[in-house]
Nanobody, 116 residues
Framework: QVQLVESGGGLVQPGGSLRLSCAAS????????MGWYRQAPRQQRELVAV???????RYADSVKGRFTISKDNAKNTVYLQMNSLKSEDTAVYYC??????????WGQGIQVTVSS
């Protein structure tokens, strides 16, 4: 059974930092591209950052220079370090593991709220 479990969300003031973690089980982690997506109220889910199995990284323009994605294949975990947070970063953040169209998994989501 595949599980992606996010942690590290919460409430933070503007300008603050949070680090999200996503622990994966039930997959051969090193084969998968791992990504972070987010969905704000009344908006579509959008890509935040993705790291391929080979380590190639891509970010949404809105988070470049502020967010850093990384992974630890030994721990089957992907991270999202979020710095200089803004109110517009408030959303539910989802972890995704993708290998092929038949191997595309999502975490349950975790709330990040940026507010003073």
């Amino acid at each position: 059974q595949v599980q992606l479990v996010e942690s590290g969300g919460g409430l933070v003031q503007p300008g603050g930092s949070l680090r999200l973690s996503c622990a994966a089980s039930g997959i051969i982690f090193r084969f998968y591209a791992m990504g972070w997506y987010r969905q704000a109220p009344r908006q579509q889910r959008e890509l935040v950052a993705v790291i391929s199995s080979a380590g190639t990284i891509r970010y949404a323009d809105s988070v470049k220079g502020r967010f850093t994605i990384s992974k630890d294949n030994a721990k089957n975990t992907v991270y999202l370090q979020m710095n200089s947070l803004k109110s517009e970063d408030t959303a539910v953040y989802y972890c995704n593991a993708y290998w092929t169209g038949l191997n595309d998994y999502w975490g349950q989501g975790i709330q990040v709220t940026v507010s003073s």
